[in-house]
T-cell receptor, first 115, second 113 residues
Framework: DVKVTQSSRYLVKRTGEKVFLECVQDMDHENMFWYRQDPGLGLRLIYFSYDVKMKEKGDIPEGYSVSREKKERFSLILESASTNQTSMYLC??????????????FGPGTRLTVL | AQKVTQAQTEISVVEKEDVTLDCVYETRDTTYYLFWYKQPPSGELVFLIRRNSFDEQNEISGRYSWNFQKSTSSFNFTITASQVVDSAVYFCALSEVDNQFYFGTGTSLTVIP
């Protein structure tokens, strides 16, 4: 079974702090994704990585950056957290191909609150 | 325009009733993929099914079944004899070969004991 883990289930940070959300997958998937989920808006893609050090912006990359130094790990960085970044963050991975056609497998999510 | 529309925001059914969750999609591609995911209260999205655009056969898996109709651009999901454990938010999604994964806004299903 695919296993995607995220470093924290719940996180509380203060405005202006730098925040790191970590995601690890154990199935040698090439593609990894970060989404945020907000009520009424569904899931929105923040960033997509299709290989180590390779990334593409999603729908809402502003205020976020990502890092992928190893194939199994994909980090989402909030350089200076703001209250409008309070949300549920979901990481996913899929097999390969720099495309979106493969099934994405999701981690348990990190519920981030920025005060 | 919404690529994936789940018009039912919330549905409540009594246990053992059948329930159908609607999903309508929009695409100009001939090759595309459709998905359903379940998100229980714990938060993790659980993959249920993936279907490609060339396979219109209906799928049944236990109490779950899916009806894919290209003529109406719909990929509906039916739960037969619903159970309390089916209570969750269900997402339909579309992926196009050279584009993104598009999620619907989800349908929240509550099964009342």
């Amino acid at each position: 079974d695919v296993k995607v883990t995220q470093s924290s289930r719940y996180l509380v940070k203060r405005t202006g702090e730098k925040v790191f959300l970590e995601c690890v997958q154990d199935m040698d998937h090439e593609n990894m994704f970060w989404y945020r989920q907000d009520p009424g808006l569904g899931l929105r893609l923040i960033y997509f990585s299709y290989d180590v050090k390779m990334k593409e912006k999603g729908d809402i990359p502003e205020g976020y950056s990502v890092s992928r130094e190893k194939k199994e790990r994909f980090s989402l960085i909030l350089e200076s957290a703001s209250t409008n970044q309070t949300s549920m963050y979901l990481c996913a991975s899929s097999l390969s191909g720099r495309s979106y056609v493969d099934t994405q497998y999701f981690g348990p999510g990190t519920r981030l609150t920025v005060l | 325009a919404q690529k994936v529309t789940q018009a039912q925001t919330e549905i409540s059914v009594v246990e053992k009733e059948d329930v159908t969750l609607d999903c309508v999609y929009e695409t100009r591609d001939t090759t595309y993929y459709l998905f359903w995911y379940k998100q229980p209260p714990s938060g993790e999205l659980v993959f249920l099914i993936r279907r490609n655009s060339f396979d219109e056969q209906n799928e049944i898996s236990g109490r779950y079944s899916w009806n894919f109709q290209k003529s109406t651009s719909s990929f509906n999901f039916t739960i037969t004899a619903s159970q309390v454990v089916d209570s969750a938010v269900y997402f339909c999604a579309l992926s196009e070969v050279d584009n993104q994964f598009y999620f619907g806004t989800g349908t929240s299903l509550t099964v009342i004991p």
